[in-house]
């Protein structure tokens, strides 16, 4: 078991070294095509009053006035010695910049998870398990929240929690009550998203005979869900999970915004306007690297989680919403 | 290198009980004030980099420099210079040398002393930067400076090149800032971190953080306030926050809910509500040139000075007071501000007559066609604008002129770009622009004539390169006046002129600064790039 898993790790690990590198040109790409450099935009601003000589030896100190692959070349070399360079528009260390940020995207993301996570299984257990209207008008939900922006919903907050009941202030954004509220608003959407999934998986484990079983030898439905249908059916969650880390970081950046958080979402916000070309390089990979690394570790759990995934051939695919599950799986048998 | 927020918070959580006492709706009646309180004021960004000859003269972070540094002259809202730490000052009689006499007892805030060594090592980085490394030259900087001494620790003598009437109102432009050397000695990057940074003003960065906030607090030893401002010794106000809160309704809501003081640049529709519910609403004019168009002189049509004239008087300037702006907007009355020493009432060449207007378009030619629009030669009378991206109200001032310009047959285009784009497509003078809308500070009349040409690297305004004796003329007399009083009736003749061939057409006054305070805190004062301190300020209960 563990020598094909080290190599499976190792190709991996290799692929995203790749796709990081692959962001990292891509990001300079498209940001040095764009007019402009955040040193001539300042300069070329008529309030600054500089003379056009004052402005070319700057420009010249800079290094801009080079041809474009040789600051890519520059900048790349530097990048793969671990040196992130300064800040264009704040001169100040790259690193320092993103280690400031960091913590607050973090806490927010993470939290909108622990949300997002808690909202799905409460709404999933919901529809199995309530009776009537009640289970069936649950089902809804994921569509609504889907539909809902989430900037829609934190300004909802900020006005009901933040100004009308004055729970949190404004202009403390990173608070314990604000992130709270930030962390609804990140995590309603990815719920719905994660509920979709439970939900169709409980209700194709809930037809299988192993839970009929389970039901006539009077099992509470409590102990039904948590005993027999919860484990086959989160299995797909973690795909989805792993899935939406992209939508958590990229939710997060928007939701940062309109609760006025400094997280990375704002640096890059600053950056991406100023057109901050080490900046933007350093979050795009950094952002890759999580990406990447959430996937990875997505991969190597399955086959503990599922003894049926080996790592051979084309059976190592993950396992994805109901309708693509096996469904030749065996019959499980209930020995509870 | 940032400090922890710990006490910020606590106290921000105290001010927060506080009014939660005081019951659902803030109290807006002002009690006594008293020593002490925090100032939590709302900001749109806190700018680029702090790296200080950078960041001077960025539109907010001026609102930070001005309470952490001093100045050595003081500029008011009239454009009055008065002694700051230069007590006095003389020059010769060529206007090419100065000397300046220190105040003493003057201390940075980590000890050194501000002396005359302190002010050379600053004007030497002010003029050339050290563009190397990545710091720029002040922009704004007399160009013709040359060099500076310490004649003794209290005397500094600064020479020029040429005539320079500019340099002492220069001193008190927000880039003249005065550093620490020790500071000014450090790397690019070592100067970007702003808790290092030492000053000399009444307030000391406690803590900050990029993008966020920036937390000063009083400097208890400060005893050297401007006396202009009626103020010396340390602040009343115990801390100033300046919180980066990006969505105008926003700040504007934290001011009227109680959870800060100040909002910075409110919207214009929104600030008479605002008073009559009791907040205070400054709008103080920074000294500079009024919002209004520069126009292309080579570009037809606007190379006749007939269709010039006609859009001179086309355009009803009291309409775009009383629809776009609020009674605290002032009308234009010459190219410059009327607050500006040497402005003079223009207002008799800016009166809206469309009479005028149509009588001169007919006369150069341009015929009303179908559907209005005049034409000549088959070619339609077109402007096109670009509205200008730092001003938040050019578009609808150039939606209503649209209008008003489109009932005599003007038929105008309006494009609106962002910073960068405007930045890199509409110059002064550019193929495609007729008319390049100005917004810019300047803090003496007398550099107003240099940039209009091209000579001395002029931004030549008009596109006339050299082709206008009158105005060349003008120019090279106003820059070698030795007097104010010499220069002042140039100034003048500069104006009429400018107006008279319609080069440049005002639309309004400027204000580019507002603010909406709580009216617990006064007294507050506003200097001659319109920034408010608050190191008079006090704030009630």
């Known amino acids: 078991m563990r020598h094909p898993y080290l190599v499976y790790a190792g190709r991996r690990l290799a692929q995203a070294v790749v796709v990081i590198l692959l962001t990292y040109v891509f990001t300079f790409v498209v940001v040095s095509i764009l007019p402009g450099d955040p040193v001539t935009n300042v300069l070329r601003d008529p309030q600054n009053g500089f003379s056009e000589e004052q402005i070319q030896a700057i420009v010249a100190a800079q290094g801009l006035d080079q041809p474009l692959l040789v600051q890519l070349w520059t900048a790349l070399t530097h990048f793969l010695s671990g040196d992130f360079g ?14 400031e940020v960091l913590p607050s995207t973090l806490a927010l993301a993470s939290a909108g998870l622990a949300v997002a996570l808690g909202l799905a299984f409460a709404i999933a257990y919901g529809t199995q398990f309530l009776p009537g209207r009640l289970g069936s008008g649950l089902r809804a939900l994921p569509s609504l929240f889907l539909s809902v922006p989430n900037f829609v919903i934190g300004l909802v ?7 009308q009941l004055g729970l949190f202030r404004v202009i403390e954004p990173e608070s314990a009550w604000a992130t709270a509220f930030a962390a609804i608003a990140l995590g309603i959407p990815i719920s719905a998203q994660i509920a979709e ?3 169709a998986n409980l209700d194709h484990e809930a037809r299988q005979d192993y839970a009929a079983v389970a039901r006539s030898r009077g099992l509470s439905p409590a102990r039904l869900f948590a005993r027999h249908l919860l484990k086959p059916s989160s299995l797909p969650v973690v795909t989805v999970i792993a899935l939406t880390v992209g939508e958590l970081l990229g939710g997060s950046l928007v939701t940062e915004a309109v609760f006025g958080r400094n997280g ?6 600053r950056s991406a306007a100023a057109q901050d070309l080490p900046v933007l390089q350093a979050v ?5 690297l999580i990406f990447v690394l959430v996937n990875l570790a997505a991969d190597l759990v399955y086959p503990l989680l599922d003894p049926r995934i080996t790592l051979a051939g084309p ?7 109901a309708d693509e599950a096996p469904h030749d799986a065996p019959l499980r048998t209930v020995t509870g | 290198m940032i400090e922890p927020l710990v006490p910020s918070r606590r106290r921000l959580l105290a001010a927060a009980t506080a009014l939660a006492l005081a019951g659902a709706a ?3 009646a002002a009690g006594e004030p008293r020593p002490g309180g925090d100032v939590v004021f709302l900001i749109d960004s806190l700018g680029p980099t702090w790296i200080p000859n950078n960041s001077a003269i960025s539109s907010f972070q001026g609102h930070i420099w001005g309470h952490v540094t001093d100045k050595l002259v003081y500029v008011d809202a009239d454009g009055k210079v008065s002694p700051w730490l230069a007590k006095g000052w003389e020059q010769n009689a060529d206007a090419t040398e100065f000397t300046l006499h220190l105040r003493d007892g003057v201390t940075f805030s980590d000890g050194t002393p501000l002396d005359a060594s302190a002010v050379v090592a600053n004007l030497d980085i002010w003029h050339a930067g050290r563009i190397k490394e990545g710091i720029n030259p002040i922009g704004l900087f007399p160009k013709t400076y040359e060099r500076a001494e310490a004649i003794d620790a209290r005397t500094v003598k600064v020479v020029f090149r040429a005539p320079t009437l500019g340099f002492i109102p220069t001193l008190g432009y927000h880039g003249s800032i005065l550093i620490s050397p020790k500071t000014l000695a450090r790397p690019a990057s070592e100067q970007a971190d702003l808790a290092r940074t030492a000053g000399s003003g009444p307030f000391l960065v406690a803590a900050w953080k990029e993008g966020d906030f920036v937390r000063l607090v009083r400097r208890k030893d400060y005893a050297w306030g401007p006396q202009a401002v009626g103020r010396t010794g340390p602040a009343a106000i115990e801390s100033i926050t300046y919180k980066v809160v990006g969505e105008p309704s926003l700040r504007v809501a934290a001011v009227q809910s109680g959870q800060a003081d100040v909002a910075y640049n409110a919207s214009p529709q929104e600030l008479k509500s605002l008073k009559e519910a009791g907040f205070t609403v400054a709008t103080p004019r920074y000294l500079g040139f009024v919002n209004g168009w520069a126009i292309n002189t080579k570009l037809a049509p606007y190379d006749d000075v007939r269709v010039r004239r006609a859009l001179q008087a086309a355009i009803d300037r009291q309409e775009i007071l009383d629809t776009v702006y609020t009674p605290d907007w002032k009308a234009a009355t010459s190219f410059i501000q009327s607050n500006v020493p040497g402005a003079t009432d223009q207002s008799a060449r800016l009166a809206y007559d469309p009479g005028k207007a149509e009588r001169l378009l007919d006369e150069a030619g341009w015929v009303k066609g179908r559907g209005g629009i005049r034409a000549k030669g088959g070619k339609p009378l077109v402007l096109t604008l670009y509205a200008n991206p730092y001003l938040a109200t050019a578009k609808a001032v150039d939606e209503l002129i649209a209008q008003q310009l489109g009932r005599l047959g003007w038929k105008v285009e309006i494009r609106a770009y962002d910073v960068v784009t405007f930045g890199q497509k509409v110059q002064f003078g550019g193929p495609a622009v007729p008319a390049y809308e100005v917004t810019r500070s300047f803090i003496d009349a007398g550099t107003v004539a240099s940039i209009l040409t091209s000579a001395n690297n002029g931004e030549n305004w008009f596109a006339l390169g050299e082709g206008d004796p009158t105005i060349n003329d003008l120019r090279d007399r106003i820059a070698g006046a030795k007097t104010i009083a010499a220069r002042d009736p140039l100034l003048d003749e500069l104006q009429r002129y400018v107006l008279d061939q319609g080069y440049f057409i005002p639309r309004t006054q ?3 600064r507002i603010y909406v305070q709580s009216p617990k805190l006064k007294g507050e004062t506003y200097n001659g790039i319109a920034y408010a301190s608050y190191y008079t300020a006090t704030k009630g209960e």
């Open chain 1, 284 to 288: 795009v990979a950094l952002a890759a």
């Open chain 1, 264 to 269: 990375v979402g704002s640096l890059v916000q």
């Open chain 1, 197 to 199: 999934v439970l939900i």
């Open chain 1, 86 to 99: 300064l800040s264009m528009r704040s001169s100040r260390p790259v690193a320092t910049l993103i280690a």
């Open chain 2, 26 to 28: 803030p109290a807006l």
């Open chain 1, 157 to 163: 907050l900020i006005h009901a929690f933040g100004f």
């Open chain 1, 315 to 321: 059976a190592a695919r993950r396992p994805g919403k």
């Open chain 2, 510 to 512: 400027i204000v580019q």
